[in-house]
């Protein structure tokens, strides 16, 4: 994952935003196995300026994002992108058919190594194909959100 792209858009917006920036939250898509890694990184680039939020009970599952606030008050939450439900509902679930071979290698990521460069520059990388899903990853947001709730 690019994450320099994911700060400057959190620093960007957060300061456009001004004393809107409450307003904001951002949610993020991360492999399950890059989630410490932008953790981390998010962590790093901000400093004092970013707090990482403990998880609610009511969301203590392992599928509930991890919550960081930033000191202008904007919130992200980095959520684990499920791949296998992106390629299963783009019809590329089949292990070992042609199509599957076909997945490995558009997605790079078989090979965890090289899993930090395999989205720079690979259309083929899952995180392009998650958008079209995100009517079903974040089922309770609309378009119009308002406010940014507890929950975003």
Do not use: Y
């Amino acid at each position: 994952m690019q994450t320099d792209g994911l700060v400057v858009v959190l620093n960007s917006a957060s300061k456009a935003a001004g004393p809107n920036a409450s307003r904001l939250c951002f949610h993020a898509f991360v492999l399950p196995h890059q989630l410490a890694f932008v953790a981390g990184a998010v962590a790093c680039s901000f400093g004092a300026a970013v707090q990482r939020l403990p998880a609610s009970a009511a969301a203590a599952d392992a599928s509930a994002p991890d919550v960081f606030a930033l000191s202008s008050g904007a919130r992200l939450l980095l959520h684990a992108l499920n791949a296998e439900r992106v390629w299963r509902q783009l019809g590329l679930a089949a292990s070992g058919s042609a199509a599957a071979i076909a997945r490995r290698v558009m997605m790079g990521e078989e090979d965890r190594r090289d899993a930090h460069r395999s989205d720079v520059g690979n259309l083929g990388a899952v995180h392009n194909f998650a958008r079209f899903l995100l009517h079903e990853f974040l089922p309770a947001l609309s378009r119009q959100m308002a406010v940014c709730d507890s929950g975003c």
